[in-house]
């Protein structure tokens, strides 16, 4: 069996798509306000199901990736190092758009 590498263009492209849809999400929280108005135990929710979004979204991305560029066909390792790129991608979009909103937006 043929070992394909990675494809750089997928994985920045899903990357930059997790980064967006994080960055969404927490724009909704700020522009609702709803860590003010909820408690510790409202907050923590918030969290996990942030949690939960992004975990799905990494395995519905890395089914797609599979299936665009490997035939159906990945191995672990490529599947493992494909998620982890891709979050490091939108780990970097999202500290740029922290960045971005703590300087400027809202200091």
Do not use: C
Request: no cysteine; net charge positive.
């Amino acid at each position: 069996m043929e070992q394909k590498n990675l494809n750089w263009t997928g994985v920045v492209t899903y990357g930059i798509y997790l980064g967006i849809i994080s960055i969404l999400i927490s724009v909704v929280i700020w522009v609702t306000a709803i860590m003010e108005s909820l408690g510790i135990w409202g907050n923590m929710m918030i969290g996990i199901l942030n949690l939960i979004i992004m975990l799905v979204l990494l395995i519905l991305f890395t089914v797609a990736y599979r299936k665009k560029y490997f035939d159906n066909v990945l191995s672990y390792k490529n599947a493992f190092l494909f998620g982890f790129l891709v979050v490091i991608v939108s780990v970097v979009l999202g500290a740029v758009y922290n960045y971005i909103f703590h300087k400027f937006i809202d200091p």
